[in-house]
């Protein structure tokens, strides 16, 4: 594991904003008045936030029924019960996950991922999505999951924080790259195709603060799958991927989600 960089309180990061929103107690002043200020834009933002971490439990559950069992999940965040090694090994104890966020905080709370089935295996890497190279080069992803065999990716509302301009879809697909055919991509992303005003100004918010975050349509948001093929029900908004009961409002989330298969 990487050395502990130093934890700057006094700039929001988005981990901790997202944990704000979440309820949870790791965060800092700074996280709070950004998570209010993107909020005042989109009053039903932490019930989005929690949106997302329902897809993440769905999704999880999805790829262990389909016989996916190995887990690389970027943009982990801050452990909240549960995490997605809990949810897969729930349904299957031997179930394995590496864990890669950039977050000093994370990295300081990363005993907690660690915790699992002992038929299991856990694993944190402290990494950047932007250096593919090097989550695929850490000894610790190698030791902990087999990528002769499907792994599901996951990145669950982590996309956002990365302009067009950067290419995101470059690194998810070294990712995916070095997967087993068979492997899965599971992917959330905000837009702002339900509600552009709001949307709009909850990404003025963050930018004042620092933080970029981007807004992906239909179309754009497809395109981060590259060359894996979309499952049913394809690219659709994040309350309506395969909900455990029929949500009230599809588009409650301003999100969109989607699981492809790498052939």
């Known amino acids: 594991m990487a050395n502990s960089p130093e934890l700057d309180t006094t700039v929001a990061h ?3 904003v997202y944990d704000y929103w979440l309820g949870g107690k790791d965060n800092f002043a700074a996280d709070r008045e950004l998570g209010d200020a993107m ?7 932490p ?6 971490r329902a897809f993440m439990e769905r999704v999880t559950r999805h790829a262990v029924a389909a016989g996916v069992t190995q887990f690389l999940d970027i943009g982990t965040g801050i452990p909240t019960s ?3 090694h809990e949810v897969a090994q729930a349904a299957e104890p031997s179930a394995r996950a590496v864990y890669v966020d950039n977050d000093p905080l994370v990295l300081a709370h990363a005993r907690a991922l660690m915790r699992g089935h002992p038929a299991g ?3 944190y890497v402290h990494a950047d999505l932007a250096e593919p190279e090097a989550i695929l080069a850490d000894p610790l992803l190698a030791g902990t999951l087999d990528l002769a ?8 509302a982590v996309l956002m924080y990365f302009t067009d301009e950067q290419r995101p879809e470059r690194w998810v697909a070294r990712l995916m790259d070095a997967l087993a055919p068979g492997s899965l991509l599971a992917i959330s992303h905000p837009t702002g195709d339900f509600d552009p005003p709001a949307f709009t100004a909850a990404c003025e918010a ?8 981007v807004s992906r349509d239909r179309e754009r948001f497809e395109a981060l799958f590259g060359a894996a093929t979309l499952l049913e029900p394809g690219a659709v908004p994040l309350a309506a991927w395969r909900p455990d009961t029929p949500p009230a409002d599809p588009l409650s989330a301003y999100y969109y989600a989607g699981l492809a298969r790498k052939d």
């Not at 499907?150 to 669950?156: D, H, Y």
Request: aromatic residues 0%; charged residues 15%.
């Open 14 to 16: 988005e981990a901790r």
């Open 39 to 45: 909020t005042r834009a989109i009053p039903t933002l």
């Open 47 to 52: 019930l989005m936030a929690r949106a997302n």
């Open 82 to 84: 549960p995490n997605l």
């Open 121 to 123: 295996a856990t694993a």
């Open 149 to 156: 065999r499907p792994v599901a990716l996951t990145l669950v």
């Open 206 to 213: 963050a930018r004042a603060a620092g933080i970029t975050l």
